[in-house]
Structures are given as structure tokens and as C-alpha cells.
């Protein structure tokens, strides 16, 4: 049996989670495992319940589960309120931080008749598979921040940026593994030429790069990198970087694929993993039924994999959300002519039913 906890939020967030449910249901029946769901208040809804964006039975709740499915968090109605209790703020980087998540992955994955929907020409994009894994609780957004005053009558800021040894090792050592279990390459991107974090990162990079000779690894410089991903992304397997790089690079790279109705992350780290589409709450959508819910269905695949050890199962949702694409359903975001139009339940019971 495993515990999950789940947090529907705000927006669509509570019309997609069901979604995801529904699949796991599907998971569990077809394997004979049982999901144990438990509900909690996240975002916006927690505030509007009980006065905090995050309260401390939420918490609770995570910290007793195996792992976390999120929906999405925040709208207008909130974007007043004191910075501490805005839902994202508020709730998301607190929890990150709580449940010790160093690890944020994103893949960019082109589904089957999709290729219109990015930006870039088919012979580029055709087969595209990539996961970004980004270091989440060190670097600049952690390090030391400071203001002063200079002598000229205006202002010095400081942002310090600082990574250690165990902090490198720990999020490369993840991202081999990881690696290892896909197409078993993978590209560190630093900033080597100038900073010197990064030549400690890349020479930690080379150090461990001996535990895994059946791993391909190489060194990519971050402006080099975010060039690369435009230009020839299918080079890439695996890219593991440091947190601002990879804030970056995970938006960059999930542009190449086209929807963000379509784009799971997970972020993992301590004992509990947290499961979430890439998108945010929609709110000019939410309430309508249009939602897409893949993304959050994707999510939950990745929880079997990465939480749960359960890669058979994941790839048999991934493999029905592409049986469903090719098959030509879709949601409004992604619908064109020729296609079935539906609504997110009947996208989430067919993806169930496939499975
Ligand atoms: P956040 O700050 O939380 O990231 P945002 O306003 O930047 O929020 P989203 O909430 O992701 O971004 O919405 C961006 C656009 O994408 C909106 O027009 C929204 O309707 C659309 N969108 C986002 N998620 C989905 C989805 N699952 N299905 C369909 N459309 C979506
Ligand atoms: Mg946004």
C-alpha cells in the first residue's frame, strides 16, 4: 500500500488532480496495489479555510506519506494579500524547502502529433526526449543577500552564490542514476571559464563520472547549452545543473515541445516526493472543464517511478496518454481540425480506460 497525499489547490488544480486519481485507480486495479488518498488543503483555498496558505496539518499530512500530488496554486484573488501568505510564497517554497526536495526534474518529451505545437521545425524536434534535472535548494536563490549604501549616494546588492562538495554530489550522483536508466548520457552545464562553483561542480562531476563508466558524460558551458537546445536538442539525454541555471533551462526547454498542458516535474529529495504539472492554476480556464489534464496525469507516472520504484507502471501510463494522442483526442489547448474534442474527465477516463 502506499500513502499519497494530495493537494488539489487552486484553479484547475482541482479539476485536473481528479484526473490523475482516476488513473492511479486504473494502476492499482490492473496490479492489485492500493493508493491510499489523502486530501489536504494547499494555496489559496487553505487561506481562504483557515487564514495560511500552508497549514501545519498539510504538512503533517505530506510528511506521514510516501509521496505528494499537487494540483496548481494561486489566482487574482489572492495576488493582494502580504508576500508571506501569497499562495506561492506562502506555500510552495516552504514545503519544497520542508520536505528537503534538492532535486526538480522536467522532462520535455514530443508527443505524437504535436509537433505543431512548437516552435521549432519537425526535423528538429522529431523524437525529442529530454530530462533537465536542476539542483533546487542551493546556489543564488539560497545563498547570502545584502543591501548597502555607497559613498556616491546609490546602492550595492549582493546575491552570493555558493555550492559545497556534499550539495554537488548528491544532485549528480541523482542525476546518474537517472541517466543510467534512460539513454544513459549526460551533459552537466556549468559556468566552468568563470565562476567558481562551477569548476568545483565540474570537477566533482569528473570525479563521479568514474562511478559510472556506463554513463557518456559530458560538460556543456550554460550559454553554449541554451543555444544547443534550440539548435540540435535531440543531443540531449540527461542535463543536470545548478539551480538558477536550471530555473533557465527548464523553461527554455520546455518550450520545445510545445504544450503546457503536457509538461509533468517532479521534485524529490528527502523520504517524500512532490508531484506536479509544470503549468500554473489557469484561472482565465478554471471552472470549465477545459483543463488538460495530462501533465498531472504524466506527474503521477513519474511518482510510480521515482517514489515508488514502479517503472512498468509508469511507462503504461505514459504509453496510454500517447495511445490517446494518437488516437486523436484532444483538450481545447490542443485541439485542431481532424481532432475529437473533449473535456478533461473524458480525457482522464479514457487514459484510465487504456490502462
Ligand atoms: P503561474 O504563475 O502559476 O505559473 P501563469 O499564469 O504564469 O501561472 P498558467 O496558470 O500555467 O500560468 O497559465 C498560462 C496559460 O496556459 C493560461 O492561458 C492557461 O489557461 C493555460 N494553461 C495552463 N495550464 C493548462 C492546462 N492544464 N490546460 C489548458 N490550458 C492551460
Ligand atoms: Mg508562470
Redesign the pocket.
Known amino acids: 500500500m502506499y500513502k499519497i497525499a494530495v493537494l488539489p489547490g487552486d484553479?484547475?488544480g482541482v479539476e485536473?488532480v481528479p484526473e490523475a486519481l482516476k488513473v492511479l485507480q486504473a494502476i492499482a486495479l490492473r496490479f492489485g496495489y492500493e493508493f491510499e488518498f489523502n486530501e489536504a488543503l494547499i494555496g489559496g483555498a487553505a487561506y481562504d479555510a483557515v487564514g495560511h496558505p500552508l497549514p501545519a496539518e498539510t504538512l503533517d499530512t505530506c510528511r506521514n506519506s510516501d509521496a505528494v500530488l499537487l494540483g496548481?496554486?494561486?489566482g487574482p484573488k489572492w495576488d493582494k494579500l502580504p508576500v508571506q501568505l501569497r499562495p506561492?510564497v506562502g506555500a510552495l517554497l516552504p514545503l519544497r524547502k520542508e520536505l528537503g526536495l534538492f532535486a526538480n526534474l522536467r522532462p520535455s518529451v514530443l508527443f505524437p502529433g504535436l509537433v505543431h505545437a512548437s516552435t521549432l521545425k519537425e526535423e528538429v524536434i522529431d523524437g525529442v526526449d529530454i530530462m533537465v534535472i536542476r539542483e533546487l535548494t542551493g546556489g543564488l536563490y539560497f545563498g547570502e543577500k545584502k543591501r548597502e549604501q555607497t559613498s556616491d549616494g546609490g546602492q550595492k546588492a549582493t546575491d552570493i552564490l555558493s555550492y559545497s562538495t556534499f550539495e554537488i554530489e548528491r544532485i549528480v550522483r541523482f542525476a546518474y542514476e537517472v541517466a543510467r536508466k534512460r539513454g544513459k548520457k549526460l551533459c552537466s552545464v556549468d559556468k566552468a571559464n568563470v565562476l567558481e562553483s562551477s569548476r568545483l561542480w565540474r570537477e566533482t562531476v569528473n570525479k563521479l563520472a568514474r562511478d559510472y563508466p556506463d554513463v557518456e558524460t559530458s560538460h556543456m558551458y550554460v550559454d553554449n547549452c541554451s543555444m544547443q537546445l534550440i539548435r540540435n536538442p535531440r543531443q540531449f539525454d540527461v542535463i543536470v545543473t545548478e539551480n538558477m541555471f536550471g530555473d533557465i533551462l527548464t523553461d527554455e526547454a520546455s518550450m520545445l515541445t510545445g504544450s503546457?498542458?503536457m509538461l509533468p516535474s517532479a521534485s524529490i529529495g528527502g523520504e517524500v516526493g512532490l508531484y506536479e504539472?509544470s503549468?500554473?492554476?489557469?484561472?482565465?480556464?478554471a471552472g470549465q472543464k477545459?483543463?488538460?489534464?495530462l501533465?498531472t496525469i504524466l506527474s503521477a507516472a513519474m511518482m510510480l517511478r521515482y517514489s515508488f520504484d514502479l517503472e512498468e507502471e509508469a511507462r503504461l501510463i505514459e504509453q496510454a496518454v500517447r495511445t490517446v494522442m494518437e488516437e486523436g483526442y484532444r483538450?481545447?489547448?490542443l485541439m485542431e481540425e481532424g481532432k475529437t474534442l473533449l473535456n478533461t474527465e473524458e480525457i482522464g477516463d479514457l487514459v484510465a480506460a487504456k490502462i
Open positions: 484553479g484547475i485536473i496548481a496554486i494561486g506561492e503546457i498542458g504539472p503549468h500554473g492554476s489557469a484561472p482565465d480556464i477545459k483543463a488538460n489534464p501533465a483538450t481545447p489547448d
